[in-house]
């Protein structure tokens, strides 16, 4: 069940996230934040779980340590440490995009399965965003990228294989979802 803390994590999602916008469509950024956490409590998520998929971007994008801070403060280790390990960069002077990539797929190698269950809908739930992207303005989507359309293919193909060897066996039909978004792409 869903408690008073997920009431919170909410809020604070909405304080933090409230002035950002998808890439291209201009949807608040909330409704993915939502996505994420409905996908994982789809799939099994814990409470703890839920409130790191509503705050999986909350670090990199809204202020990094003192927002990591905040988020130990209010929701405790276990969180805070979801929220760090679903976050490829706390400063705001990101590294390059291609290392900061591959040092985030390292990391899933060995991440704890309770990471890799958010990260899994997180990445899903960006690859629907994509697909539909895509349909809407077709190539020119991937300029927005700094990967480029290869490097943004090969991250995701990248990211479905580690999740396939070593995800819960309950995303399967999750995995196969960003596996064939991302073929379509190809």
């Keep these: ?78 969180v805070h440490d979801l929220v760090l390990a679903l976050t490829d960069a706390v400063v705001a002077q990101k590294p390059p995009w291609r290392a900061r990539k591959q040092a985030y797929l390292a990391h899933l190698a060995k991440a704890p399965m309770d990471v890799l269950l958010v990260s899994a809908c997180d990445k899903v739930h960006n690859a629907r965003a994509i697909v539909a992207d895509h349909a809407a303005s077709g190539s020119d989507l991937w300029q927005r990228f700094s990967g480029g359309r290869d490097g943004t293919l090969w991250y995701y193909r990248e990211l479905a294989s580690i999740f396939a060897a070593r995800g819960p066996k309950r995303l399967g039909a999750l995995l196969r979802e960003l596996a064939d978004r991302m073929q379509s792409l190809a």
Excluded: C, N, W
């Excluded at 994590?9 to 409905?38: D, M, N, T």
């Design 1 to 78: 069940m869903l408690g008073e803390r997920f009431d919170r994590a909410f809020l604070l999602a909405s304080e933090l996230h409230r002035q950002q916008v998808r890439k291209e469509s201009g949807v608040p950024y909330l409704s993915h934040l939502l996505a994420v956490a409905s996908l994982a409590l789809e799939h099994g998520a814990d409470e703890d779980q839920a409130i790191a998929a509503l705050l999986h971007d909350a670090v990199e994008d809204q202020g990094g340590m003192p927002t990591a801070a905040r988020i130990h403060a209010a929701f405790g280790q276990r």
